[in-house]
DNA sequence: ACAGAGTTGACAACCGTTCTCAACTAGCCT
DNA sequence: AGGCTAGTTGAGAACGGTTGTCAACTCTGT
């Protein structure tokens, strides 16, 4: 837990997540690492969880993306601004920057007069070992 | 309903759920069309009403997206590939095409042996009518 | 040790979505 | 027209991920 705030506790519960998010390097839903830190030894409740996660994202850093059905899956992630290319069938996932991209985006929302311009972008393709 | 397969009937719901993606231009979840449905005289059960959406998303009809909480919203969309610029407020959307991000997206995942690749990409902004 | 704010977890509640299945149609054959 | 059949519908139940509840617990400073 690197984001100390006022009154912000590293509890054994608090650590053991952010252990877990560091060992592993694709995207995860909270169900998997809730279970991952059972098998581990280090039984965290699913209520916390979800919420020392969400803390995470919060801070930036752990990054959050959708499944096609909706489910929250998540991943350490650096802090700088970044999107993935993830593995359709493994999960693996490379972090890709694309400045060309980042312009673009505000043009086009400048074009058409939209302002305070966020965006998501992923790709998904399947890695050389699961061709 | 464009897409005719065999046995495949364009009944009073199917046909009324279509007029109604018609009738708006941003994304609406499934439950708004539900409603939006009763209230325009033209009852359709939550579930027909899902299943059609369904059936308009795979055959290209209709876009999906999800809200930041997952949730499944639904737009009328042109068939030829395009993302969506829309507001973050009113939900006002404009289509936008980014031939130089297709590409991008094809280079990037090639230099890391990903193949088979496609793309989520949607920008969000606050509309000039909402500034 | 004590107080008080922060944290935890079992469990219930929530809510969007999907399933179930008996009743109902649209389309087709005679 | 009458009947046959595959396709469709909708009320309600079930599902599954996520969030809320709240009494018990744990830090941390005094
Ligand atoms: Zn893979
Ligand atoms: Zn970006
Ligand atoms: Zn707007
Ligand atoms: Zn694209």
Redesign the interface.
């Known amino acids: 837990m690197t984001s100390t705030e006022p009154g912000l506790r590293p509890t054994k519960q608090r650590l053991a997540v952010a252990a877990a998010m560091s060992s592993f390097e694709d995207f995860r839903s909270a169900q998997d690492i809730h279970e991952l830190l059972a098998h581990r030894g280090d039984p965290v409740g699913l209520a916390t969880v979800y919420r020392t996660l969400q803390r995470m994202v919060d801070a930036g850093e752990v990054d959050l993306l ?1 499944t096609e059905d ?3 899956i998540y991943r350490r992630c650096s802090d700088t601004h970044h999107h993935h ?1 993830v ?2 069938d493994c999960g693996a996932t ?1 972090e ?1 920057e ?1 400045p ?2 980042e312009r ?2 505000r043009a ?2 400048g074009e ?17 070992s699961c ?1």
């Open positions: 959708r909706g489910e929250a290319l593995c359709r490379v890709v694309g060309a991209v673009w985006t086009i929302a058409h007069g939209y302002g305070d311009v966020s965006h998501t972008l992923e790709i998904f393709g399947t890695c050389p061709r």
